[in-house]
C-alpha cells in the first residue's frame, strides 16, 4: 500500500510539473499533504519567523554584509530567501531531508546552495568558513545538541555570528531581546566570571573568540 502511494504521489508531481505552472503550494500539498506542509505554506506569517527574520535583517546590516551563511536545518529555504538578501554569496542551506532542500531551490530561494546532510552528526564543511551561522527553529529537536554547538561554533570561527532565534523555551525571549539590544546599540551583557565558567564547562572554548 505505502509502495503504492508512493507511486501515485510521484505521477501527481510529474504531472504538476508537466503543466508548467507549478507552484510551491501545489507541490508542497502532494509531498507533504500533513501537518508540517501546512506549517511550511504559512511559515513566512508564523510570529516565530517574524522575529527571526527582523534578527538576522539587523544584525546583516549593521556593519559589513556576510560573505558565507549557512542556514542550518533550513528546511525548505523561508529564512534562506532572507538571508539571501543580507549575503554577499549565495546563501547555503543544510537540511536532512532532501525534498525540503529540492522545494527550497526551486520555489523559495532559487539562489540557494543546498547540502543534504544530519546536524546530528559532524557537519561537511571546514573550521571557520561562515561568516553567520543560522541555527532558527531546530535546536530542541537535535539529539547531540553538545556536539551540534561545538559544530556551530567551529564554523562560524573566532570571527562569525552564531544565530539562534528561537530555542523553543522560557529564555528564548531573552536571548532575542539581548541579540537585537547588541545589534542595535553596540552593548552587550557581561556575565560574572563564575557565570562565564559554567558555560566554558559545557561548551569548551576553542581559542580567543569575541
Request: one cysteine or more; glycine letters at 10%; proline letters at 6%.
Amino acid at each position: 500500500m505505502r509502495l503504492a502511494a508512493l507511486a501515485a504521489g510521484a505521477q501527481r508531481l510529474d504531472a504538476l510539473f508537466q503543466s508548467g505552472t507549478a507552484t510551491y503550494r501545489q507541490a508542497l500539498e502532494v509531498i507533504s499533504p500533513d501537518a508540517e506542509g501546512t506549517y511550511f505554506v504559512y511559515r513566512f506569517s508564523d510570529p516565530t519567523f517574524v522575529l527571526a527574520e527582523t534578527l538576522v535583517r539587523v544584525l546583516g546590516r549593521g556593519g559589513e554584509r556576510p560573505a558565507w551563511v549557512i542556514d542550518l536545518c533550513g528546511g525548505s529555504g523561508h529564512l534562506t530567501r532572507v538571508l539571501a538578501g543580507e549575503s554577499r554569496e549565495p546563501v547555503i542551506v543544510a537540511d536532512v531531508y532532501f525534498w525540503k532542500l529540492w522545494l527550497a531551490q526551486r520555489f523559495t530561494a532559487p539562489g540557494c546552495a543546498p547540502v543534504c546532510c544530519d546536524a546530528n552528526h559532524p557537519l561537511p564543511f571546514r573550521d571557520g568558513v561562515f561568516s553567520m551561522v543560522v541555527l532558527s527553529d531546530a535546536f530542541p529537536y537535535i539529539w547531540h545538541k553538545r556536539l551540534l554547538a561545538g559544530e556551530m561554533m567551529r564554523l562560524a570561527g573566532d570571527h562569525g555570528t552564531i544565530v539562534m532565534p528561537h530555542l523553543h523555551s522560557a529564555l528564548g525571549f531573552w536571548c532575542f531581546a539581548f541579540i537585537v539590544m547588541w545589534g542595535l546599540t553596540g552593548a552587550y551583557l557581561s556575565f560574572p566570571d563564575y557565570v562565564s565558567a559554567g558555560f566554558a564547562s559545557v561548551f569548551p572554548a576553542r581559542g580567543r573568540r569575541r
